[in-house]
């Protein structure tokens, strides 16, 4: 009996060491905006100070209006249309951090939602881990607020060597483009005018074009072909 406790004893100690060498900032990550964006997004930094290097999470709570998805980027992969169980890996040095990113697209729908995120060492399932939670706002939006956030919009679908963008901006933006792993394959400055960029570089395959204007983040994918 002594020695089963012991042993107990010496698991929850190593789980508890594994659960303080790793963490986020903020465990807690929120943000708000209209429901007419195209996602908001919530982020955190992930820091590892374990011996561990190959983690994986998986998605343990899930709350959301119906119409909505959930979308997660961990640091070097992104997944969409996310659901309780949904999980994913990545390795990550000792002593270096990345960025974890929750989305959620409310297609136009107001509401709260909610997610936890589990993350724990490929080579110790068991271990305490370490837990992130994304909580998103999306409120109504008014009239005057429409009328401002133009339709982002790109041709041709899909494209071979070269693809038009269009959308309305008072700002300069930084545009870019990644593959299917979540991988920067390029990145180009926006002036708010239509913008013609050559993808002749580009293998064929699905990418994403992503970039931010003010709080909002808007994200959509497009084809490269011959």
């Not at 919530?42 to 343990?60: G, L, P, R």
């Amino acid at each position: 009996m002594k020695k089963l406790i012991l042993y107990f004893a010496a698991l929850f100690t190593i789980q508890l060491s594994f659960a303080q060498n790793i963490s986020f900032n903020p465990k807690l990550a929120k943000n708000q905006g209209p429901n007419s964006n195209f996602q908001i997004d919530a982020k955190s930094i992930f820091t590892n100070n374990s011996s561990d290097t190959v983690f994986e999470w998986a998605v343990i709570e899930l709350t959301e209006p119906s119409g909505w998805e959930f979308g997660l980027c961990d640091p070097f992969n992104c997944q969409s249309a996310l659901n309780i169980g949904a999980t994913g890996s990545f390795t990550l040095a000792n002593g270096k951090t990345g960025e974890f990113k929750g989305d959620f697209a409310p297609n136009g729908k107001p509401g709260t939602g909610k997610a936890k995120i589990h993350i724990y060492p490929k080579s110790n399932p068991n271990a305490a881990g370490d837990t992130l939670d994304f909580l998103i706002n999306a409120w109504v939006t008014a009239v005057k607020e429409v009328q401002y956030n133009r339709e982002f919009s790109f041709y041709p679908n899909p494209a071979k060597d070269r693809l038009t963008i269009k959308y309305y901006s008072k700002e300069n933006l930084t545009i870019d483009i990644y593959n299917v792993l979540g991988s920067k394959v390029k990145s180009i400055s926006y002036s708010g005018l239509d913008t013609e960029i050559s993808i002749a570089e580009l293998q064929n395959g699905i990418y994403f074009i992503r970039f931010k204007d003010g709080a909002q983040t808007i994200s959509k994918a497009f084809s490269k072909s011959e």
